[in-house]
T-cell receptor
Framework: EAGVAQSPRYKIIEKRQSVAFWCNPISGHATLYWYQQILGQGPKLLIQFQNNGVVDDSQLPKDRFSAERLKGVDSTLKIQPAKLEDSAVYLC????????????FGPGTRLTVT | AQSVTQLGSHVSVSEGALVLLRCNYSSSVPPYLFWYVQYPNQGLQLLLKYTTGATLVKGINGFEAEFKKSETSFHLTKPSAHMSDAAEYFCAVSSLGSQGNLIFGKGTKLSVKP
């Protein structure tokens, strides 16, 4: 079974530029999450999708961050414009329908904003 | 509200020594508890999980954890550390009513000395 795929793996941009990250989930995993992991901290949930619908985006900075999952499979996370404090690893995770199974994480995209 | 506290941001042990990583949680409902491991430049990998049933949970790579409700703890142990265990470890809590959302601790970095 293929894992969660993310691209790019690394990205360096200047502040005020835009950036997009892509996630391809494990086949059949309807639930998809985007996390932000700042250096030295645990992952923090940004947004949760169930199929192509948003379940929880309460911690997503909506003035600059947006995410979509149009066909209920792949997802993109966008930052526009980026700030220095957005430097972090952005992790995508997916989960099977059965609760209590935990989440499967992709390798992440390391974003550096200069 | 749920929360996780990991005591010690950095733990160092000698190869062959006992590994003990501490995790305490706060939850108003019966929790699901997880330990994840993160190797450098990689995503998080599930080590083990507690949902219901036996309170001593065995995971991959020789790790185990014991759910102690009276102490609200879920400490991770391994009898004998190996150099390959050097990584960052995250404890996380979820609940039946949280739609599978995970709340992570800040992580503990494990170093293993030869």
């Amino acid at each position: 079974e293929a894992g969660v795929a993310q691209s790019p793996r690394y990205k360096i941009i200047e502040k005020r530029q835009s950036v997009a990250f892509w996630c391809n989930p494990i086949s059949g995993h309807a639930t998809l999450y985007w996390y932000q992991q700042i250096l030295g901290q645990g992952p923090k949930l940004l947004i949760q999708f169930q199929n192509n619908g948003v379940v929880d985006d309460s911690q997503l900075p909506k003035d600059r961050f947006s995410a979509e999952r149009l066909k209920g499979v792949d997802s993109t996370l966008k930052i526009q414009p980026a700030k220095l404090e957005d430097s972090a690893v952005y992790l995508c995770a997916t989960r099977t329908p059965r609760r209590g199974r935990g989440q499967y994480f992709g390798p992440g995209t390391r974003l550096t904003v200069t | 509200a749920q929360s996780v506290t990991q005591l010690g941001s950095h733990v160092s042990v000698s190869e062959g020594a006992l590994v003990l990583l501490r995790c305490n949680y706060s939850s108003s409902v019966p929790p699901y508890l997880f330990w994840y491991v993160q190797y450098p430049n990689q995503g998080l990998q599930l080590l083990l999980k507690y949902t219901t049933g036996a309170t001593l949970v065995k995971g991959i790579n020789g790790f185990e954890a014991e759910f102690k409700k009276s102490e609200t703890s879920f400490h991770l142990t391994k009898p004998s550390a190996h150099m390959s265990d050097a990584a960052e470890y995250f404890c996380a809590v979820s609940s039946l009513g949280s739609q599978g959302n995970l709340i992570f601790g800040k992580g503990t970095k494990l170093s293993v000395k030869p």
